[in-house]
């Protein structure tokens, strides 16, 4: 399923982006979703997670990134604050499962990645 990652750009460092994730009504039904970047030589990794009013943060981003949804608008949010350098990277959205505190991506539901880039 293809899904529409938005909202990154060039920032400067200590600045503020929003990525939104526009998902199709069926992922509603997934209860989890999460936000995942990579960076160029770099694994794919988590930035953050959602299930419910359960939400999980890589400990990199932990107080300066928000992650939330909006169910009537079918939409994935990550508020990013106090922006840096090495928070540059492609961001993408996924939907998946998230069990005691661990999120399980589904392979079937990335969505095009998102460039961030902060100048420092």
């Known amino acids: 399923v293809q899904l529409q990652a938005y909202g990154g750009g060039l920032v400067q460092s200590g600045g503020s982006l929003r990525l939104s994730c526009a998902h199709p009504?069926?992922?509603?039904?997934?209860?989890?979703m999460g936000w995942y970047r990579q960076a160029p030589g770099k694994e794919r990794e988590l930035v953050a997670a959602i299930s419910g009013d359960s939400t999980k943060y890589g400990d990199s981003v932990k107080g300066r990134f928000t992650i939330s949804r909006d169910n009537a608008k079918n939409t994935l949010y990550l508020q990013m604050n106090s922006l840096k350098s090495e928070d540059t990277s492609v961001y993408y959205c996924?939907?998946?499962?998230?069990?005691?505190?661990?999120?399980?991506?589904?392979?079937?539901?990335w969505g095009q990645g998102t460039q961030v880039t902060v100048s420092s």
């Open positions: 009504r069926t992922w509603s039904a997934f209860r989890a």
């Open positions: 996924n939907a998946g499962e998230m069990w005691s505190g661990i999120y399980y991506p589904n392979s079937g539901y």
